[in-house]
């Protein structure tokens, strides 16, 4: 059974940065198409980046382009999301996906097949 155990959520104030990371277990990870979402009170849950399985091709949403960066560690089973200038609307709790034995980016919530719990981003301003 896979499960994906995200960590490194908290409070940052406006312009700071936080990295988040996903583990992965269960399973071959280096197969796994990543992704990452995030979803604020009354919201509904939005793509923020994926990640494909060697690493090789990579997006992520236009609202945070130039300021987010989603890589992974296939040595660590780990994926991350490296988050710098954090704006107040960047709050919400960030969930990490995964696609098994899947080789390319997905930007569709429905397309991934496991999901962690999610770790909670407060941007204060």
């Known amino acids: 059974q896979v499960q994906l155990v995200e960590s490194g959520g908290g409070l940052v104030q406006a312009g700071g940065s936080l990295r988040l990371s996903c583990a992965v277990s269960g399973r071959a990870f280096t197969y796994f198409t990543m992704g990452w979402f995030r979803q604020a009170p009354g919201k509904e849950r939005e793509f923020v980046g994926s990640?494909?399985?060697?690493?090789?091709?990579?997006d992520v949403a236009d609202s945070v382009k130039g300021r987010f960066t989603i890589s992974r560690d296939n040595a660590k089973n780990t994926v991350y999301l490296r988050m710098n200038s954090l704006k107040p609307e960047d709050s919400a709790s960030y969930y990490c996906?995964?696609?098994?034995?899947?080789?390319?980016?997905?930007?569709?919530?429905?397309?991934?097949?496991?999901w962690g719990q999610g770790t909670q981003v407060t941007v204060s301003s």
């Open positions: 996906a995964g696609r098994t034995y899947y080789s390319q980016i997905l930007y569709a919530e429905a397309d991934y097949d496991v």
């Open positions: 990640i494909n399985w060697d690493g090789s091709r990579a």
